[in-house]
């Protein structure tokens, strides 16, 4: 049985409408357009998932929107494209102090508008800090080669901006996930303009604001809306040199074959099915947690969840039992309280494919615990879903190759060393992957069987924005964070200098 948060639903309703206020007074939450507010002239509603209630208006771009954001993002990065990597370096170490001075608005944006416990959000916020500032560290740090390949030739590399950038981002990690964007292509030279999900638009539009006087104008641009609307006319834009998407893999491979008519390079995050390997000598005491956060922190709504456990035969018994009991331990309730450690789905439509997932695991494996919403009168008006564990599954089922998006384990055994790698690569994802041992060479061995482009041991995260992120597969292409994202935002030039005999 889930616990779940004390507050009446009358309280509820009071202090999320007094939440909407404080939002309110944050922004209008126009498009960002060369360094300012640039209303489209059309608005939508984004709405809250805890009382299915709109939060704000923001406006709706569309095709002309990105044409004007294009062409002032090109006269922007005359200028910008001139400035040292000390000075980009410098200026985005101002825009994350801008940004730690307003950790407290940007995680309550963040979390009216997705039902991330306020925690959570706060941690993310200062996740997104920490990725501009290592940009910043890096910037400086550019480095072409000298090729001694002969005497009579000077050549060298130089890396160079592509220019004007578009990045797209989902609606999960709305703040982090623009820092992932904007920090390498600014830090490389190029100009960005970024497409937030209309599931969470607020935070990515505040942190453009934030970067007001700060960055130059028409640097970074914001534009809000659907993905026909403003993801297609964005992506598909003959002006824009490199594209870079986060969410769906169908998305992804629409993504990549609009930019195959332009020839314009993709970087492509997108979903996964991860599985996390509870080897028999796992210590339970540190797996049980980490699966634990890795499928059900932000309410499961997570690229990289473990959501197939691979489980030993020899604990499958007591990990299960654990796991039950772990996965009964949230709290389920108002993000805005501090108890609370797991909110709503962020949307209707995201409840609406959970549950029926929820459906399906009932028809294919075993119900172990939850598989409903939540039964607290307060809560009866938001996306939630219990967090959900599902036993006798089996890998070729749905529930277990299907990405879910939502709080939903699956618990599948194993006997083998060979049994347990087969399963875990037999899905056509390849983002991430756990791994539950004490022993060294299970380990090592593990993270090198596994086709995944992640690989946590004993632990869920924590992301650190030094380590390249991304996934192997249907999965994606390229990486975020690292330096190789530095480097997918900067193309490699060879010049050639001709060396004459010296004669004086
Ligand atoms: P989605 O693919 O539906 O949408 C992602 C973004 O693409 C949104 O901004 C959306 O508006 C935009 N979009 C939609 N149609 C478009 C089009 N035709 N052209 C251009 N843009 C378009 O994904 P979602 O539901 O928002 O997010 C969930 C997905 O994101 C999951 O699959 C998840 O695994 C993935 N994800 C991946 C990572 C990663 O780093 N690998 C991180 C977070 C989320």
New binding site residues.
């Given amino acids: 049985m889930t616990h779940i948060g004390t507050k009446s639903i009358d309280e509820l309703y009071k202090d999320h409408r007094a939440a909407h206020d404080q939002v309110e007074s944050i922004s209008d939450f126009h498009a960002w357009i060369d360094g300012e507010p640039s209303p489209t002239g059309d608005r939508f509603e984004t709405r809250d998932p805890v009382v299915d209630e709109p939060i704000t208006e923001v406006d709706r771009a569309d095709a002309s929107d990105v044409d004007r954001a294009v062409e002032t993002a090109w006269e922007a990065f005359d200028g910008w494209s001139e400035t040292t990597p000390t000075e980009r370096g410098s200026i985005l170490f101002d825009w994350a102090d801008e940004l730690a001075e307003h950790v407290d608005e940007v995680a309550l944006l963040e979390t009216i508008d997705t039902g991330k416990p306020l925690s959570d959000a706060k941690g993310e916020v200062k996740g997104a800090i920490d990725t501009l500032e290592y940009y910043a560290s890096i910037a400086r740090d550019q480095w072409g080669k000298q090729i001694q390949a002969r005497d009579d030739v000077h050549l060298y590399t130089r890396y160079e901006p592509h220019g004007v950038v578009g990045q ?6 709305p703040t982090w ?1 623009a820092a992932w964007k904007f920090g390498p292509a600014l830090a490389a030279g190029n100009a960005s303009i970024l ?5 969470s638009p607020l935070s990515a539009i505040y942190m453009a604001e934030l970067a007001s006087g700060i960055v130059p104008d028409g640097v970074v641009s914001v534009l809000p809306g ?3 609307e403003v ?2 006319p ?2 598909s834009h003959e002006d824009v040199r490199k594209l870079s ?8 491979s ?2 990549m074959h609009s930019a195959a008519d332009t020839i314009t390079p993709v970087t492509l ?4 099915k991860s599985p996390f390997i509870v080897f028999p000598d796992a210590d339970l005491d540190k797996v049980v947690p980490a699966v634990g956060a890795g499928i059900f922190y932000a309410t499961g709504e997570i ?1 990289d969840a473990f959501s197939r456990a691979l489980v030993h035969e020899d604990v499958l018994e007591e990990f299960t039992e654990r796991f039950v009991a772990h996965a009964e331990s949230y709290v389920l309730g108002d993000p805005l309280d501090e108890e609370t450690t797991m909110g709503p789905l962020t949307s209707e439509s995201q409840f609406e494919t959970v549950t029926e997932y929820m459906d399906i695991g009932r028809e294919e494996a075993t119900l172990l615990t939850g598989g409903s919403m939540p039964e607290d009168p307060a809560l009866s008006d938001g996306w939630y879903v219990e967090p959900t564990v599902f036993g006798n599954v089996e890998n070729d089922m749905q529930i277990a190759q299907e ?1 879910i ?1 939502g709080p939903v384990q699956t618990i599948i055994p194993f006997s083998t060393y060979e049994e347990a790698i087969e399963l875990a690569n037999d899905v056509d994802y390849g ?1 991430a992957a756990g791994i539950g041992s004490e022993s060294t060479s299970i380990v090592h061995n593990a993270a090198a069987d596994i086709d995944a482009g992640l690989v946590y041991v004993n632990e869920y995260g924590p992301i650190i924005p030094e380590a390249p ?3 192997f597969k249907d ?2 292409i390229g990486k ?1 964070l690292g330096r190789d994202a530095l480097d997918h935002y900067r193309r490699k030039k060879s010049v050639y200098v001709n060396l004459d005999e010296p004669s004086l």
């Fill in positions: 797209i981002v989902p609606w999960n990690f996930g497409k937030p999900s209309a599931d659907s993905g026909s993801g297609d964005l992506v998407f986060t969410g769906s893999t169908e998305v992804g629409h993504v995050e997108l979903g996964g690229c990405e998006f983002l992120y991304g996934g999965s994606g975020d």
